[in-house]
T-cell receptor
Framework: GQQLNQSPQSMFIQEGEDVSMNCTSSSIFNTWLWYKQDPGEGPVLLIALYKAGELTSNGRLTAQFGITRKDSFLNISASIPSDVGIYFCAGPSGGYQKVTFGIGTKLQVIP | NAGVTQTPKFRILKIGQSMTLQCAQDMNHNYMYWYRQDPGMGLKLIYYSVGAGITDKGEVPNGYNVSRSTTEDFPLRLELAAPSQTSVYFC???????????FGPGTRLTVT
């Protein structure tokens, strides 16, 4: 099946710093999704990307759909304590009905 | 809208016991999903449904069963619980394509 590799797997950053994380796929995707999971909660969709090269922002978050269609990037600017959580990338698998999730990037913000 | 609701929030089972995890959504979504999340392993799809009366297996269906008699409800049944089923279980739903999924708060299950 499809495999998604996320890096880094975890990171500690100082409040106010910018954060970058990425996700690569073993196959071409036509959609990339980024979810965030707060501790003890279910994941919440942050950004959906539907076109190669697309750059989409949601507040301090910016995600890009890589030109090769095998990767995607998520940047967080000026991090704050509530950015703490696990960030998952996801892409479609088995047609349009399902998605495959990466193992996540765990972000910790030091005040 | 309550969104996606799951019950119970926590449960401890003994090996060999059975239970049903409940999931309901009030958004009139066609697609519903069950995932399990193990530490450091991301989300693995157990079963999914594209509409009432239609279900299909995901990546890790063994030891589980589902039914979808209504649009709103998608219960997950564990028969003969095993320690390997200790996990956090999430239910999700989606309106059209399966991409933009709304997740419930999860059920934390321990089998001892």
């Amino acid at each position: 099946g499809q495999q998604l590799n996320q890096s880094p797997q975890s990171m500690f950053i100082q409040e106010g710093e910018d954060v970058s994380m990425n996700c690569t796929s073993s196959s071409i995707f036509n959609t990339w999704l980024w979810y965030k999971q707060d501790p003890g909660e279910g994941p919440v969709l942050l950004i959906a990307l539907y076109k190669a090269g697309e750059l989409t922002s949601n507040g301090r978050l910016t995600a890009q759909f890589g030109i090769t269609r095998k990767d995607s990037f998520l940047n967080i600017s000026a991090s704050i304590p509530s950015d703490v959580g696990i960030y998952f990338c996801a892409g479609p698998s088995g047609g349009y009905q399902k998605v495959t999730f990466g193992i996540g990037t765990k972000l910790q913000v030091i005040p | 809208n309550a969104g996606v609701t799951q019950t119970p929030k926590f449960r401890i089972l003994k090996i060999g016991q059975s239970m049903t995890l409940q999931c309901a959504q009030d958004m009139n979504h066609n697609y519903m999903y069950w995932y399990r999340q193990d530490p450091g392993m991301g989300l693995k799809l157990i079963y999914y449904s594209v509409g009432a009366g239609i279900t299909d297996k995901g990546e890790v269906p063994n030891g589980y069963n589902v039914s979808r008699s209504t649009t709103e409800d998608f219960p997950l049944r564990l028969e003969l619980a095993a320690p390997s089923q200790t996990s956090v279980y999430f239910c999700a739903s989606s309106y059209n394509l399966g991409y933009e999924q709304y997740f419930g708060p999860g059920t934390r299950l321990t089998v001892t």
